[in-house]
């Protein structure tokens, strides 16, 4: 203790301002302990890793974007019938999962549960051209939309979660182009197709456009100075395909199929807010082929004929 410790001390005992010092130099040390607690506790918050321990930092900017290395959790062999994978959509009332293939009405659908088993009788068809496909927790159906004026749908289902057949809730073109593939946003009620370097939505009724969202493609601020255009987002995205992953600030996915990453962005700013690394060994599509439920990203295989899961 220094002299002039001691001297302060003797001076606030002799006007007997001792014990109210002492509480409030405790205050003060109490007060900055929890602040410092408090903010860690916030931070483990907003930031959400899917694999903690694979996880690195990259200067972005104004905004710290975390990078993350998924890894190989499952896969599903799909047989003959369609070269393109629509979409795969779990069900969490019935824990099953519902492989679909784009391109025809008579083109698979496998269903399958968390164990890799199939559970869907052979021959087992979309019954309907498929682009997008979702599962509604409202309804608890699974919906989706179809090629051109196909319009949207849903699957009405026997008691063991299997289709019995193909309700149409909506004739014509409700999406932005024919070839569209859309995601539920089940925070906002909404259907969000891509187009271009835009999301546009719709009510689930299928009856407007309600708003478009400008996505800052490979952008995590307008601090970074990244700017995608149209033909380096054609030469290296996926064009065709969203997800939806309902991670806070995180909610829009792409793929970045030359780095071979799912980039989610936040729908609120179109800014990317995390980067995941697919270990995929195989070529990615640029059309369809990539999809995501239940927490896994799932990645289309057209050689093997196998839709691979990561996480």
Known sequence: MSNQTVVLL???????????????ALFANTKSSAQKKRAAAVNSIII?????????????????LRVVSAEFVMQIKIPEGGANGASVVYN???????????????????????????VSKEGQETLVDVRGLWYNPKSKRIEGNGYDYAGWFY?????????????????????????????????????????GMNVVCYK????????????????????????????????????RSIIYTGIKGAQIGFFNVTKKQVELYDIK??????????????SIET????????????????QSRKWMGYK
């Open 10 to 24: 003797k001076q606030l005992k002799k006007e007997r301002l001792i014990l109210p010092f002492l509480l409030l």
């Open 155 to 195: 699957y009405d289902l026997d008691k063991n979660g299997l289709p019995e057949k193909m309700v149409s809730t909506k004739e014509g073109m409700y999406q932005p182009d024919k070839n569209s593939a859309g995601v539920l946003n089940t925070e906002d009620d909404e259907v969000l197709f891509l187009d």
């Open 269 to 282: 700013t179109g800014y990317l807010s995390q980067v995941i690394k697919i270990p995929a060994s195989f």
């Open 48 to 64: 959400s890793f899917p694999d903690q321990k694979n996880k690195e930092s990259v200067d972005a900017g104004s905004k710290e």
């Open 92 to 118: 969490p009332k019935e824990k099953l999962y519902y492989a679909a293939q784009a391109g025809n009405q008579v083109f698979p659908l496998i269903i399958f549960d968390k164990s890799g088993n199939i």
């Open 287 to 302: 059309f369809f082929n990539f999809s995501y439920s239940n927490g896994i990203y799932w990645l289309f295989d057209k």
């Open 204 to 239: 689930t009724d299928g009856t407007d456009k309600r708003k478009v969202i400008q996505i800052h493609i490979g952008s995590s601020s307008a601090n970074d100075g990244t700017q995608t255009t149209a033909d380096d987002f054609d030469k290296n995205y996926n064009v």
